[in-house]
């Protein structure tokens, strides 16, 4: 067997109310992260209970609440809420407040059902016609495959690889709130990839680069330009920036959670229990020249300094 008959038998497809509700959760409680809201986040906002919002963050903490959906999704096989009734009979507040919260995304996993499930028809269906490494690169120029299909190359930080035989399972979730045009989860031996289903593919010409939008949204933060200044010279745990720009230490790591993500800053190493970061100056430079690609221009040096217009008439 190939590798590229590996990583097609590794590639599923799943509907899942619950993992989509862990990714509305996280995108919610991160609002530094993913940009400004989405309408159905103020939606969803505005049907939570009163300090709802306060205790799903405190089992956050506590619980990785996408091992728990799939974990309940493949062993239960029932119905969302009854799952989570389910989960009532050993965690009973977790399973309450999720309850809740359920019931306050439902109406927009509802509304979008029939998206999302077309969707897997459709992409189940392009798979047996084209080359699996072509299909998960059409996604987003974030995900990428090595060599002749060994690996899964995620660009996150300074970049990921993942071996195919570390995999049981490749795992396309379509996804009602997906912020990005993917986004990436592993749990153990399944790589999770949520997906917009109503994104038209990344290659079309007037679409721009996944890693162009997310790079430049990080870097339209003054509070994140002042994280990249003051990690430019020197590798710095989270902690260290905070008490330096005199900010929380929850304000800092959100921030950092997008520029590593954007793979502006990578992680460092480790002094003790402290994670340092440091700045990755060649993307920088890959986000300028993609820029300059993507519009088709060139800079030239001059005195004015002016963009020049190549075919302008």
Sequence with gaps: MTDRDRLRQLIQFRYSPLLDLALSL??????????????????VLNRLPPGLLDRLHAH???TDLFALALELEESTNLPTPDALRRLGDREPALAADLLAYWEAISPEIGARAGVLTESIQRESALLTQ???????????????VAGDGDALILHWGKGMRVPLQDLS??????SAFSP???????LDRTQIFFYDPQH?????????????LLGFTALSDPTRFKLLRLIAHERVPAQEMARRLGLNESTVSRHLRLLVEAGLVGRAGQEGKFVLYE???????????????????????????DLAFPNRK
Excluded: C, T
């Design 26 to 43: 996280l995108v919610i409680q991160n609002p530094a992260r993913f940009g400004p809201a989405a309408p159905w986040e103020q939606r």
């Design 130 to 144: 084209v080359d699996p490494v072509s299909f998960i690169s059409r996604f987003s120029d974030r995900v990428g």
């Design 200 to 212: 038209e593919a990344a290659q079309e010409p007037e679409e721009a680069p996944e890693s162009l």
């Design 60 to 62: 956050a903490q506590q």
């Design 180 to 186: 990005r045009r993917l986004m990436f989860y592993r």
């Design 279 to 305: 700045l990755n100056p060649d993307r920088i430079d890959q986000l300028a020249a993609q820029a300059k690609a993507y519009l088709g221009r060139e800079i030239h040096d001059g005195d004015d300094g």
């Design 169 to 174: 399972r490749i795992l396309f979730v379509p």
